[in-house]
């Protein structure tokens, strides 16, 4: 079979051939079809995402695949981004061992997966959206549902043009949500616009808009400081990323005097991902991906490090 492997840190994935996956008592075999890159998988290529991490590394998380082996044999499927997590919240195990660092990832013409990390796919979603729902896109409904479902109409603030903003906007969209993006750039903020979105730039005024029933926070850093203000009282705000940084200069007051939520999201679990795959069939939901072949998967790396790509980025093969 032909995988990727990361086999320096610093470096873009090389192409390898190695032997076919040896059969595993219950797993059954998957042919790749299409992969989504997320910003992860950037930091574990540079050695920034797990010190525990040995080199080579196959690379990537999300993918939907052929099943070969097994009652499902034909049909497709999408890998759970972390493998052993029925429901609730992740262990330390369950976060060690996510797919494509210390546990190889989907980057790999051939794999292996036990029935209960693997979601069937319908006929309604496409390869490459299907390859962007096990991280990116279950990352946005997890962060949508903390402190319990939605409601149509709830207001929720999110930054940036990348694969979670996107997909919180177009779940927003399905869900009846009034979703603002924050971000940099003004033109691509009209393509979320697109999505039903409201976009405003990414500044200090965000603490300005609102009030937000909820914030799904890929920033962190000073970003989540200056959106606070924005919050409403009892607000639930899903800390997803830290793109703006690992530290935050944050008020603790506001959170004790407006009794605000604050939330840690890992990504979710199987249940999470079948909920999340029937409401995408359901609902149509898509985002904008931009897609290259297997062949260009360090040129897909390459684009999504310059960032100014919407969305999510999709190998197909
Ligand atoms: N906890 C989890 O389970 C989980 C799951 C998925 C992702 N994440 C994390 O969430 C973050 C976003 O992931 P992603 O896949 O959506 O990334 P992405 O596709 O690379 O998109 C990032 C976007 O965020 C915006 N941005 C960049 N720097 C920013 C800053 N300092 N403050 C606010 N916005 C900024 C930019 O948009 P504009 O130029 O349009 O502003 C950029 O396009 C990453 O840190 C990632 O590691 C966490």
Not at 20 to 45: C, I, K, T, W, Y
Not at 246 to 257: A, F, R, W, Y
Request: hydrophobic share 45%.
């Amino acid at each position: 079979m032909d995988i990727w492997q990361i086999r320096a840190f610093g470096q873009r994935p090389e192409a390898v051939a190695a032997p076919d996956p040896e059969p595993r008592a219950g797993a059954v075999r998957l042919q790749f079809r299409a992969a989504s890159l997320n910003h992860r998988d950037l930091m574990v290529a540079d050695g920034r995402y797990d010190p525990g991490a040995t080199l080579p590394i196959v690379p990537l998380s999300d993918a939907v695949w052929t099943v070969l082996d097994g009652p499902a044999a034909g049909s497709r499927a999408v890998t759970a981004f972390a493998p052993g997590h029925p429901s609730g919240d992740p262990s330390r195990q369950v976060v060690r061992g996510a797919l494509g660092c210390r546990t190889p990832g989907v980057a790999a013409s051939l794999s292996l997966a036990l029935p209960d990390d693997l979601v069937s796919v319908p006929d309604a979603i496409d390869d490459a959206t299907a390859a962007t729902l096990p991280c990116a896109a279950l990352t946005a409904w997890s962060a949508l549902h903390v402190g319990g479902p939605p409601r149509p109409g709830d207001r929720v603030l999110t930054w940036g043009t990348g694969g979670v903003a996107c997909w919180t906007a177009a779940l927003g969209k399905a869900m009846e949500l009034n979703v603002t993006v924050a971000t940099s750039d003004p033109a691509r903020g009209r393509i979320l616009e697109g999505l039903g979105a409201t976009a405003i730039p990414r500044d200090d005024a965000v603490g300005r808009a609102g009030p937000f029933d909820r914030v799904v926070d890929v920033a962190g850093g000073r970003a989540l400081a200056s959106a606070l203000p924005a919050v409403r009282n009892g607000g639930h705000i899903a800390l997803v990323g830290v793109l703006d940084g690992h530290q935050s200069p944050l008020d603790l007051l506001p959170i004790v005097m407006r009794t605000l939520h604050l939330h840690g999201i890992f990504v979710g679990s199987r249940q999470g991902l079948k909920d999340l795959v029937a409401f995408v069939a359901a609902n149509g939901c898509r985002v904008p991906v931009t897609l290259f072949p297997w062949s260009s998967l360090p040129e897909a790396y390459d684009a999504l490090a310059r960032g100014g790509t919407i969305g999510k980025i999709v190998v197909t093969r």
